[in-house]
């Protein structure tokens, strides 16, 4: 390999989190990172007071909305969710990117939202943030996995550990344990 030639893998340590835009300044991040931490995760924090605080953050969340303990919530203000949808504990809603949850959606436990990830072809491990949508009615069973740029159809059904790399239409569904 001569020096001009780009390598087969990332540098890491040319590593510049550059295109991560976290969408508030680092005052708001460290606050949300305290109440999220000290908190919002915690058994003991009513579930009654989640969807409030994640307003307070600047998240848009409908009525009727349940979110159980040791759920993760990178950056709130990337967030919408409708009416009367439920999020299971321990589900992690990565919002390096946007997420947007319609009305009477279902995450049961430990379901995983990643609307970002990094370009492996790029020297620098670039980051490339997109959004998820879930459209009304759509259930994400246990332990499913949703990635950058999908679209999950009103009531499909993602089964649980199966990985949706790619939009699911209305009504459709990804069997348990399969990638799509």
Known sequence: MTQDAAPLYPRLATYADRGNDRGRGRLWQV??????????TSWWFPRRLRPPVLRLFGAKIGSGVIIRHRVR???PWKLVIGNDTW???DSWLHTAGHITLGSDVCLSQGVFLCPGD???????????LGHIRVEDGAWLALQSLVLRDVTIGKGAVVGGRAIASRDVPAGGIVPL???H
């Open 31 to 40: 606050a949300w990172t305290l109440v999220h931490g000290l908190f919002f």
């Open 118 to 128: 990094h370009d492996h072809r790029t020297s620098d491990f670039a980051v490339r």
């Open 87 to 89: 999020v299971g504990e």
């Open 177 to 179: 344990g399969t990638v």
């Open 73 to 75: 919530v990178t950056w």
